[in-house]
């Protein structure tokens, strides 16, 4: 009963579970990692290009605004666009940041390679915070051998407290990028 349940919870199937055995990936797992990354990049790229957008459209308006109040292109006029044009820059380097973050991250994650961790499992809740500006919260961590991933608190229901489980997962090569494709229970503590 609590295999099909673990099945629908992290979304695979017996294909799957027995290709990740033999240390491969099935097909459609392939394609799932391939949209991730697709959607990665779209979505990075497309702040990016807000960024960039953003950025040319202050160029031009205060452009269009220097022109218009008829001043003429000496140092002292243009000491004028400097804070336009600092604001400009910032949004320009913002936007290269977010192309480089994204291609970095999408890069991580078209070379995932399939891993597996076998052990008693420990889920356990911690609390995070981004910053010291924002709140504690609450999140849930699935423990298995070195390795720990964020998961669900309902998956406690699912997962028994020291129980064996093997679990396969991919990998980005800089250790990041965890992703559980298929997992199996040994035994019983």
């Known amino acids: 009963m609590h295999e099909q349940e673990l099945e629908k919870h992290f979304v695979f199937d017996q294909a799957d579970l027995e290709a990740n055995r033999q240390g491969q990936l099935t097909d459609k797992q392939i394609k799932y990692l391939a949209e991730d990354v697709k959607d990665t990049r779209i979505v990075g790229l497309g702040c990016s290009a807000v960024f960039f957008i953003i950025a040319l459209i202050v160029v031009i308006l205060s452009l269009i605004a220097f022109i218009r109040s008829g001043q003429s292109f000496d140092g002292a006029a243009l000491q004028s666009l400097v804070p336009t044009l600092t604001l400009a820059g910032i949004l320009g380097i913002a936007g290269l940041m977010t192309a480089f973050w994204t291609l970095t991250r999408s890069g991580a994650?078209?070379?995932?390679?399939?891993?597996?961790?076998?052990?008693?499992?420990?889920?356990?809740?911690v609390e995070r915070r981004v910053d010291l500006?924002?709140?504690?919260?609450?999140?849930?961590?699935?423990?298995?051998?070195?390795?720990?991933?964020?998961?669900?608190?309902?998956?406690?229901?699912?997962?028994?407290q020291g129980d064996r489980y093997v679990i396969y997962f991919t990998q980005g090569p800089d250790g990041s990028e965890k992703l559980i494709q298929s997992v199996e229970r040994l035994s019983a503590a």
Not at 145 to 159: H, I, Q
């Open 133 to 160: 500006k924002h709140p504690v919260y609450i999140a849930h961590e699935l423990h298995i051998g070195n390795v720990s991933f964020d998961v669900k608190a309902d998956l406690a229901n699912l997962m028994q």
């Open 109 to 125: 994650k078209s070379n995932a390679s399939l891993k597996k961790e076998e052990g008693p499992i420990n889920i356990v809740a």
